[in-house]
């Protein structure tokens, strides 16, 4: 394992520790919750609804920290016992956290991802006098007018976040005299990073088009998307890569392509800058040209050798921009990065079809008494690695829609 997987699983639980001893908060807290050689700690965090998927991987989190401590010998001498419960909403947050000390008698308790409930396993904690570690909820009001005296916070809190990125736009131009439209969840964490993101936008010269609260129930995003495009916020260019030139194609091919591809970014209110890659194997130009334009995205087109798709992916990467091919050619060679996105028609269907056509052909048909066949599926290939190393956080909407998922 990592030294960062050690911390995290091995020093969450013992900072519980350690804090009780030093601060005197919990120590008798501890001797009430052992019952022989055990120490009972409870971990409340969401395992259905909304937050489902990120609880499941806060629980294998604790499972490990626990077994790694139990391994090594326990707390203070004792074995750590972990139990688990579905925090689920804010209420139940809090009638599970005052059966977790009244009945069963814990030393302390871990976890949660909602802010919401966050606050109400404080207010339970504090009542009792008991440590609670928050884990993952990153309300500011949380470190602030909602603070509690028992509740301590191993997590970030977003204006911290919103600072950091907002840093990176200060730096590249994208914040003063820009108009942005923002998407939060409407529960007590995008409300409050919305705020915090308005207060530094505003205070850098930079303002909003608009903003939206979305339920965390919402699957389809297609209103939202039409109301950002009426809005027409500023952070909205796409640089393309493309490797589709003359002599090696006829320019009778290329010119439709520019049209579609330009009246598709009149009608999404997209700004394209198309850099054209005479040379395949050297992108380097082509790239410095794009990174000079600052775009919030990056779609490629499928010529490239496999050397230069490395370095196209490798600066795609580094500047973290999200990529999009057409040609799911780059999903099947070995590589260490891929494009975020791939959507296009099935390969194999289009040469199967070619292949369909020449079997046609050297039977005796006319090449002109065949008709043209469009693509009948295309395909949306999403790559979890890529979004992992550009640190972005994809919607489940774009999962649900998704073919296959590389991981």
């Known amino acids: 394992m990592s030294n960062n997987n050690q911390f995290t699983r091995r020093r969450l639980l013992k900072t519980a520790g350690g804090i009780a001893l030093v601060s005197g908060i919990s120590a008798p807290a501890i001797l009430r919750a052992q019952t022989a050689d055990v120490i009972k700690i409870g971990h409340l965090t969401p395992r259905t609804g909304f937050l489902g998927p990120l609880g499941e991987y806060a629980v294998m989190a604790a499972d490990l920290a626990v077994e790694e401590i139990n391994a090594a010998g326990g707390m203070m001498g004792r074995k750590v016992e972990l139990l688990k419960e579905d925090s689920v909403n804010p209420q139940t947050a809090s009638t ?16 949660e991802i909602s802010s919401a ?129 003359i002599p090696a194609f006829p320019k009778e091919e290329i010119e439709p392509c520019f049209a579609e591809l330009n ?45 230069a798709r490395s370095v196209v992916m490798q600066f795609a990467v580094d500047k973290g921009l999200p990529s999009i091919v057409d040609v799911d050619v780059w999903t099947r060679i070995a590589a260490p990065l891929y494009p975020l996105l791939f959507y296009g028609p099935i390969n194999r269907e289009l040469v199967q079809n070619a292949v369909t056509s020449v079997d046609k052909i050297l039977r005796g048909s006319s090449p002109g008494d065949l008709p043209i066949q469009r693509p009948r599926r295309f395909e949306l290939i999403v ?24 991981e």
């Open 96 to 111: 599970k956290a005052e059966r977790m000390i009244e009945r069963d008698k814990v030393a302390c308790i871990i976890g």
């Open 117 to 245: 409930s966050c606050l109400t396993i404080a207010q339970v904690a504090s009542r009792n006098k008991i440590l609670y570690i928050n884990t993952g909820g990153n309300s500011d009001a949380l470190r602030g007018k909602d603070c509690q005296r028992y509740m301590f916070h191993v997590e970030s809190q977003n204006s911290m976040y919103v600072k950091s990125v907002g840093r990176s736009f200060l730096r590249d131009g994208l914040v003063k005299g820009k108009r942005w439209y923002s998407l939060t969840a409407d529960y007590a964490f995008g409300h409050d990073l919305l705020k915090v993101a308005k207060r530094f936008m505003e205070g850098n010269g930079g303002n909003f088009a608009g903003d939206d609260l979305v339920p965390t129930d919402a699957a389809d995003f297609s209103a939202y998307l039409l109301k950002i495009r009426e809005a027409k916020p500023d952070i909205k260019r796409v640089g393309i890569l493309w490797t589709y030139v």
């Open 263 to 307: 009246s598709a970014a009149r009608s999404l209110n997209l700004e394209l800058h198309i850099v054209e890659v005479a040379n395949s194997d050297q992108p380097q130009a082509a790239l410095a040209e794009i990174d000079e334009w600052k775009p919030g995205g990056l779609l490629l087109t499928s010529f490239f050798s496999d050397q």
């Open 383 to 406: 790559n979890l690695k890529t979004a992992k190393a550009i640190g972005l956080d994809l919607p489940p909407v774009i999962f649900a829609q998704a073919d296959r998922v590389i």
